[in-house]
């Protein structure tokens, strides 16, 4: 019971992550319709950023609470401004040409910003330390899940919940809505479509800084590749819920979390990557518009 | 001119970059001795060189935006638009005719003349203008964004691998063989993704790619997971076994002929029924089944002859090296070829070849810069799709011209 039970919570840690690089998916592809492949990247530079910061902070003899929040807070800083200076470099200017031609121009992206930090850091992993400190009251449980994984699951929730409130009750989400129903339309209304991109850009990738942030000081280990692989999964569980819906994507998360846990915990660790591959091409075949997606719009 | 508020945008372009790059370009870790190195030398690098690219930035933009430069031609719109330079050359026969026979006798005798390290680069050159081809039916003719074709240059070079050590079959058996297995796995991966398009095709088929990448490392008692194997035999002349040099020489006109076939075969599918099927669905999926093109048939044949190609090639590249592993089959490669088709121009036979030549045999001669090679790739991609996204040499699109117009305003 207990090995199901720390399977159980490590795929729910595993699982918060991937939904808040989902979440960025999603919103993103909800109101541009575009797959941007370098997200993954983002969240691998949100991760750099914070450990070249606690690094740098440490030398300079700081305590660890105060660390953490300042590398937290630049990683987010420095993200978002990724995250926008990409969508204006690679995708504003394709905004009316063939999906095909965006998308390609996002795999660039990608492949561009893992090798700028390849080549300006190091090809090695680097070890990122453990800033989360034990917490007293886990004790008894340290068997079954962590403080970092606490924290994770709480963070988790707090920026779901912000992400809700942001979409559904304030103007900026009110005409981020708009602009993913028709973009033409909102412009006639009155809506800077530009601007509340950009402002999409910039919370999804906000996101995933905090979600990089996490899981480099869960796992430990960060290099220039991370991002890739993550920013795959994490698609997988935008679509897996449904993309462009963001209880969906969170749903998607907690699904593919669980899977890879329970599959790697029962079965074999090999194949762990496959299993997220294996749920994306069922799931699109049997139910294209995932689980709490809306389906039936076909453009013509 | 160059407008003072141009200046003004340039110097806030710099400066924003110089902060965006700030962290990862100047400050660097020595996880060993705990000391943090800054480099001030590429935060002054970051601030000029994106002072001036901002320049040209503005400058390509603006030659993009509709009207520039176009107001020559919209009154001469119903004359056919000049062929650029490079189908001109294809029209003349004075110099398309010397040129190829040049062409020809270099590629004859380009073994004899370069040493054995030239030909084997260029062996790989070919072998990715195969792929490219390849890729090109599936991505530039048929519209379907592939990002796993890598998988199946690995079912060929495996299933050469294998074969020959399990049952000690020749490479001149393995080929066919190979091709067959290809076409079988491209239309078993064309399938499940029929009803995809565009962002989720392309995800599906990287899936795809990355679990033949996994396999193959993972399942030790059918691939020989990591470590690969070794001691592939290379083809031999009528059962005479060839020294290395001499087989070198002999898998360069292996390949050459593999190409010729190909560009061949594209180049006739291309204006077949069959091909002109593909550029239809490519351009719309619904007015493409209106007109009565079966469309699950059309899509496997695109991800079926792609493949066999791939896998192909995937045999000559384990004759070549003589050693496979799962690390010459990673995404990276699909990119690279992507990266083929995209600059040499989607569709275009002539651009791919160029483009693949330019992208394999520049790296290996500028040794220097390999590092960056995939950095340039990247950008590439991006740039490319923004000013050129037609390629270099842009496939001609075949236009119906009415003729009967023009003689009734004569007449």
């Not at chain 1, 008894?140 to 809700?164: F, K, Q, R």
């Not at chain 2, 003349?113 to 991505?139: E, K, P, R």
């Not at chain 2, 030549?357 to 950008?379: D, H, K, N």
Request: glycine share 10%; hydrophobic share 55%; aromatic share 12%.
């Amino acid at each position: 019971m207990d090995y199901f039970l720390e399977l159980f919570l490590g795929g729910l840690t595993r699982g918060s992550i991937y939904a808040l690089i989902a979440l960025g998916y999603t919103m993103v592809y909800g109101i541009i319709e575009l797959i941007n492949f370098a997200h993954g990247e983002i969240y691998m530079i949100g991760a750099f950023t914070a450990l070249i910061v606690i690094s740098v902070l440490t030398l300079m003899g700081m305590n660890t609470i105060a660390i953490l929040v300042i590398a937290g807070v630049v990683a987010v800083i420095y993200s978002s401004a990724y995250g926008y200076t990409v969508e204006k470099i690679a995708y504003k200017p394709l905004r009316n040409a063939p999906r095909l031609s965006a998308l390609i121009s996002a795999i660039g992206m990608s492949l561009f910003l893992q090798n700028y930090v390849r080549l300006a850091q190091t090809p090695n992993f680097l070890s990122f330390p453990n800033l989360i400190p034990d917490f007293e009251f886990i004790k008894p449980y340290a068997h079954i899940i962590g403080s970092t994984e606490i924290v994770i699951l709480i963070t988790t929730a707090v920026v779901m919940v912000l992400l809700t409130i942001l979409i559904k009750f304030t103007n900026t989400g009110k005409a981020m809505r708009a602009t993913s129903q028709d973009k033409t339309m909102a412009m006639l209304v009155g809506i800077n479509v530009n601007r509340i991109i950009s402002i999409t850009f910039v919370a999804g990738s906000a996101t995933a800084a905090i979600g990089g942030v996490l899981i480099a000081s869960h796992i430990g280990m960060i290099n220039f590749y991370i991002g890739f692989m993550v920013g795959i999964k994490a698609f997988v569980a935008a679509v897996l819920g449904g993309i462009g819906s963001i209880p969906g994507a969170v749903l998607g998360g907690f699904i593919l979390g669980w899977t890879e846990s329970f599959a790697t915990g029962y079965v074999s660790s090999d194949y762990e990557d496959v299993f997220a591959f294996l749920f994306l091409v069922l799931i699109l075949i049997f139910r294209p518009a995932g689980i709490l997606g809306r389906s039936g719009k076909h453009e013509i | 001119m160059i407008k003072l508020n141009e200046i003004k945008r340039a110097f806030l372009v710099s400066a924003w970059f110089i902060f965006l790059t700030f962290p990862i370009m100047v400050i660097r870790i020595n996880p060993v001795e705990h000391i943090v190195e800054w480099r001030w030398k590429n935060m002054a690098l970051v601030g000029i060189g994106s002072f001036f690219l901002s320049f040209v930035w503005n400058y390509l933009m603006k030659q993009k935006e509709p009207g520039f430069k176009k107001t020559e031609t919209a009154e001469k719109t119903d004359t056919i638009p000049p062929l650029p330079p490079a189908r001109r050359i294809q029209r003349e026969k004075r110099i398309y005719i010397p040129a190829l026979v040049a062409i020809g006798t270099l590629t004859i005798v380009f073994p004899f003349i370069f040493s054995m390290y030239q030909t084997n680069i260029m062996v790989s050159a070919l072998i990715y203008i195969m792929l490219g081809l390849g890729l090109n039916i599936v991505v530039g003719l048929a519209g379907l964004l592939d990002l796993g074709y890598v998988a199946f240059y690995a079912v060929g070079a495996y299933a050469y691998a294998l074969l020959n050590y399990h049952f000690g079959i020749s490479f001149w058996m393995a080929l066919p063989i190979g091709g067959v297995l290809g076409a079988v796995f491209g239309i078993l991966l064309g399938f499940p993704v029929l009803r995809l398009r565009g962002d989720y095709l392309a995800i599906v088929t990287l899936g795809f790619g990355e679990i033949i990448h996994i396999i193959l490392q993972n399942w030790n008692e059918f691939s020989f997971g990591p470590s690969g194997i070794a001691n592939i035999p290379r083809p031999s002349l009528f059962g005479i076994d060839l020294s290395v040099h001499s087989s070198t020489i002999y898998i360069y006109y292996i390949m050459i002929g593999l190409c010729i076939v190909t560009i061949f075969v594209v180049n006739r599918l291309q204006n077949s029924r069959i091909g002109r099927a593909w550029v239809a669905l490519r351009e719309d999926e619904l007015a493409c089944q209106a007109m009565g093109i079966d469309k699950a048939k059309t899509k496997l044949t695109a991800f079926a002859l792609g493949a066999t190609l791939a896998s192909m090639a995937g045999v000559v590249f384990a004759a070549k090296t003589t050693f496979v592993n799962p690390a010459s089959f990673t995404i990276w490669e699909s990119i690279i070829i992507l990266c083929i088709v995209v600059m040499g121009g989607m569709g275009s036979i002539i651009g791919v070849i160029a483009g693949a030549l330019v992208l394999i045999l520049t790296p290996e001669y500028l040794r220097a810069f390999s590092e960056y090679r995939m950095l340039a790739f990247g950008t590439m991609l991006v740039v490319m799709m923004i000013f050129r996204p037609g390629g270099f040499i842009p496939d001609v699109r075949r236009i119906y011209k009415f003729e009967g117009v023009k003689s009734m305003d004569k007449s």
